[in-house]
């Protein structure tokens, strides 16, 4: 059985909850490193609806931040890219020094959670290649011998960020059109208000419904033209 979710009506705004992500930002205060991650503003669900467009944009927030090339099938997409989407999103999963220690390289990760973060979010079909990673200004370093991944303690600002604009649900898989929203191009009105930007370019993303939350199964840019 299908449902359709619309967000908007062609040629009027987008009502469903706008996910504005400025930034990683990792803060080390008294020995704590907390991490302000790439959703700063979410809007309070107020309908079944509302509450799974809030998820679909949590889960595709580091998907969109590191943009990565069109694949339809999951076990063909870039593994350096695969790779980058998990640690960025584990580093957003309300990491602090309880669970990491931090040293002179950064934060240690161990890559089992890595692989695990990876396996959650792209199925049991990927194989996850332990490597270094590097994104849009950082990088993650991967140390083979002690099985462990360093995340620098600085700021990361992705180029985009997510806008949801229509999912179709049919059983426990979702098809998305998302928008990519220039993080540059977030406006701030004269109230210190979030306004919603139109996006940069969109991508078709389908999801498939897990026990655990969402795995990403295909992301195919929309040609300019195709989106209405």
């Not at 979710?5 to 062609?10: A, F, G, S």
């Not at 090339?69 to 999963?93: Q, V």
């Not at 309880?98 to 959670?113: F, H, M, R």
Request: net charge negative.
């Amino acid at each position: 059985m299908e449902e359709i979710i619309t967000i908007e009506e062609k040629g009027k705004r987008k009502k469903g909850p706008f996910i504005a992500g400025i930034a990683i930002l990792l803060l080390a205060v008294v020995g704590l490193v907390s991490i302000v991650g790439f959703v700063s503003k979410v809007v309070t669900p107020q309908t079944d609806e509302d509450a799974a467009m809030q998820e679909y944009s949590q889960f595709l927030s580091w998907v969109v931040g590191v943009d990565p090339a069109s694949f339809s099938d999951i076990t063909t997409a870039n593994k350096d890219d695969l790779r980058n989407i998990a640690i960025c999103s584990l580093m957003n999963d309300d990491v602090t020094t309880s669970s990491y220690n931090v040293t002179e390289k950064g934060l240690v990760v161990p890559a089992t959670d890595v692989e695990a973060y990876y396996v959650s979010m792209f199925g049991a079909d990927t194989q996850i290649v332990h490597a270094s990673v590097v994104g849009y200004g950082y990088e993650f370093v991967y140390d083979a011998a002690n099985g462990v991944y360093y995340v620098p303690l600085t700021g990361v600002t992705p180029p985009f960020s997510v806008r949801i604009e229509s999912a179709k649900v049919t059983g426990d898989f979702i098809q998305l059109r998302v928008g990519y929203v220039g993080t540059s191009n977030v406006e701030v009105d004269a109230n210190g208000t979030l306004q919603a930007a139109q996006p940069d370019k969109y991508a078709d993303v389908t999801l498939k419904k897990t026990d655990t939350g969402y795995n990403l199964i295909s992301l195919m840019a929309v040609t300019v033209g195709e989106h209405n």
